[in-house]
């Protein structure tokens, strides 16, 4: 077997559906659960530490018969900024997306300052993200306070 | 969305000037009845007696009336209304809203619920903006203008709000910091590289006294016993940071002492005969920069 039908076989081993790869092994869970995927009743695989060449150890998932939208794949860059969906349609990989790092997030994340109003009110939380030396933090909209993403804590989608 | 204000950061240069001339305005014919059919509304979810007299005075003497409370402890609040029902109610009975809460964030909350203009007249540890426009005004009255001027700030530096605002607010103004501040208290260093990313230089240090002679502006700000887990410690610095009439003979003639007060220890009575003690005039400042604040908030909604 060569290489190009091995990854064909990794990728494409559901007829319909997306394929998130390039997810750091550590952030598998947070994206299920940010994807809202621990709810869903459609068919969903998921491998951990396979071999990468861009991440040393990387994570995927396929999940048959469901697509995302833009706004979908960018909630997960906090996580796993590297990620790529793969759209399949046929057993065939028909379009690539990059996640791409949002200037705003809103209702994902919780806000660090156990103070702030969105913690303690019935109030969305709203971000503007920053990119630091120590990766993505996140500044809130309402109590102006820096969330860093070694304390982020996920609001599940609903 | 009416224009509120809720941050100082929500205001360009441009528009601090406008209100700093609309409060000069205001300090010389102080009883305008610019707002005879208007009704402001300050609501107070925790007490602060100095600043809810100044903006109902500013209300009172642009002829407004004013409505409000101070003391949740007897209205629906307390029964587990939420901030947005408050204030969607109060919106429909006032032309503005004051608002005093104890929530980072729930200034700017109250404004996105509203549908009138909000100020926020502090919103727990974040903003304060109503309070850097007075020290701006008391600054630019005291030094004829903003600019190129020589900042000492001096005491809790790193939990002080009324600091961090300024800082930012004078950073527009090109000033040049210093900051004096006992180790436990030293600025945040998200406030150091805000500096950096401005080009501007400051200096830090722990001993006022040399720093007074080139100052014009010395900040002061209250040391408080409970910021230090240790009594003794606090015992240690609390006098070293406490300006006295005989530290002022190196100083400048323009220079002014400024403080957020109350104060506790920071400035010795023999400072208040000074010519340098500004204080007390800078809290009469406030009632001018909120008529100033009121009235171009409503201008703006018009
Ligand atoms: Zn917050």
Not at chain 1, 109 to 116: E, I, S, W
């Amino acid at each position: 077997m060569n290489i190009d039908n091995e990854k064909k076989l990794q990728v494409s081993a559901i007829k319909d559906g997306t394929v998130i790869d390039r997810i750091p092994p550590l952030s598998l869970f947070k994206v299920i659960e940010i994807l809202g995927l621990d709810h869903t009743g459609n068919q969903i695989t998921f491998g951990t530490n396979l071999d990468s060449k861009h991440l040393g150890k990387k994570a995927i998932i396929k999940i048959a018969d469901s697509f995302f939208e833009d706004e979908d794949i960018n909630r997960i860059a906090l996580f796993a900024p590297d990620a790529k969906f793969n759209i399949i349609k046929n057993y065939e990989v028909i379009e690539k997306r990059q996640v791409a790092i949002p200037e705003h997030i809103s209702g994902i994340a919780k806000c660090f300052n156990p103070k702030c109003i969105t913690n303690h009110q019935n109030v969305k939380t709203r971000f503007t993200t920053k990119k630091g030396k120590e990766g993505i933090s996140l500044v809130c909209h309402y109590c102006e306070k820096i969330t860093q993403t070694k304390n982020l804590q996920i609001i599940s989608k609903s | 969305m009416p224009k509120s204000l809720i941050s100082i950061h929500d205001l360009s240069k441009e528009e601090i000037v406008h209100i700093l001339d609309l409060a000069a305005q205001f300090e010389q014919s102080p009883s305008p009845a610019l707002l005879n059919d208007k009704v402001i509304a300050t609501i107070f979810f925790e007490p602060s007696t100095r600043t809810r007299l100044s903006f109902e005075t500013a209300g009172n003497r642009l002829g407004a009336r004013v409505i409000g409370f101070s003391d949740v402890g007897n209205t629906s609040v307390t029964k587990g209304e939420s901030l947005k029902d408050t204030i969607k109610m109060v919106s429909h009975y006032a032309d503005l809203i004051v608002i005093r809460h104890p929530l980072e964030g729930s200034a700017r909350w109250a404004s996105e619920v509203s549908s009138v203009p909000v100020v926020n007249a502090g919103d727990g540890a974040n903003q304060h903006p109503s309070q850097t426009l007075l020290d701006l005004y008391s600054i630019r009255k005291t030094q004829q203008h903003l600019d190129n001027l020589q900042l000492t700030m001096v005491g809790d530096l790193k939990y002080g709000r009324t600091v961090h605002s300024l800082l930012q607010a004078m950073s527009l103004f090109n000033a040049h910091f210093t900051f004096v501040a006992p180790p436990e208290l030293v600025l945040p260093t998200e406030y150091k590289h805000f500096l950096h990313q401005k080009n501007l230089d400051f200096i830090e240090s722990c001993d006022l006294l040399p720093h007074i002679p080139k100052s014009d502006i010395l900040y002061m700000t209250r040391v408080q016993a409970e910021r230090f887990p240790d009594p003794i410690e606090y015992e240690k610095v609390k006098n070293s940071y406490s300006l006295t009439a005989f530290m002022l003979q190196q100083c400048k003639p323009n220079m002014k002492i400024l403080h957020p007060l109350p104060r506790v220890n920071e400035i010795a009575d023999d400072v208040d005969n000074t010519p340098q003690a500004y204080y007390f005039d800078q809290a009469r400042n406030g009632v001018y920069t909120r008529m100033a604040i009121i009235t171009y908030l409503l201008d703006q909604t018009k």
